[in-house]
């Protein structure tokens, strides 16, 4: 219990860890030998998803209950067979995720909280482990581009590999790096037509997120020459 409870930011620990080891049966009952992590390795490193009630009273600390709420019985429009479901789309670890809000807030009043903030993120403390959980903002990514053409990291991550160079043209959808984060790989693409007017990766560099790792400038076509400019 103590370890499940264990609230530590920003320093890294792993009292998540070691609250699923403790919880083991073959540990409890005695039946452990000095191979007995090796064995169990993936199992017990792997980080659980957040809890759906972490996530409920990550809700209430980062949106406005009695504005979302009044904002749902506005919108709830009519459903045949089924009763009105409003959802919000929130990032836990930079993923996102679809969640559902609950349609009576009083009666989650009561959710424990357990949680920090930086830099305008909640840091949600659940089973041992400390998630950053925000509202869900799109950005350069495999799956989502900068309209204004800043390529941002969207977690914190290693660069496995750059695929351009600062001058060079590139088209829409192309990859421009990819970064290494949470065990995946996440290519990072050009999110329009453009030029590489601004790189700031390099292969095996470490960083943090938010940062700017690349600038796509809209390439227009000089009239005298036929050549692309920024």
């Known amino acids: 219990a103590a370890c499940r409870t264990t609230d530590v930011w920003p320093i890294k620990t792993n009292a998540g860890f070691l609250a699923k080891l403790l919880a083991e049966p073959e540990l409890k009952a005695g039946a452990v ?3 007995f992590i090796a064995r169990h ?3 017990l490193t792997e980080i659980p998803p957040l809890s759906a009630d972490a996530i409920n009273a990550a809700l209430h600390v980062l949106t406005d209950t009695k504005a979302l709420q009044s904002r749902a019985l ?6 045949l067979n089924a009763p009105a479901a409003q959802h919000t789309v929130i990032a836990i670890e930079g993923e996102p995720l679809t969640a559902v809000l609950p349609t009576d807030w009083s009666s989650h009043a009561d959710y424990e ?3 920090t903030s930086d830099r305008g993120r909640l840091i949600k403390f659940d089973q041992g482990y400390a998630y950053r959980v925000e509202l869900y903002r799109p ?24 695929d351009v160079a600062a001058g060079d043209v590139v088209a829409k959808g192309q990859k421009l790096l990819v970064l290494e ?21 390099h292969s095996g560099a470490q960083v943090q997120v938010d940062a ?9 076509r000089s009239q005298s020459d036929g050549a692309e400019v920024p």
């Open 33 to 35: 030998d000095t191979n």
């Open 41 to 43: 390795a993936d199992r």
């Open 139 to 162: 950005r350069g990514s495999g799956i989502g581009a900068a309209s204004d053409g800043a390529i941002i990291a969207p977690m914190p991550g290693r660069v496995i590999s750059v």
């Open 212 to 220: 700017l790792l690349a600038r796509i400038s809209v390439a227009a």
């Open 181 to 201: 984060a949470m065990k995946m790989e996440h290519a990072l693409t050009a999110p329009f037509d453009g030029i590489v007017t601004e790189l700031n990766a």
């Open 113 to 115: 909280t357990r949680a």
């Open 74 to 79: 506005a919108m709830s429009g009519m459903r």
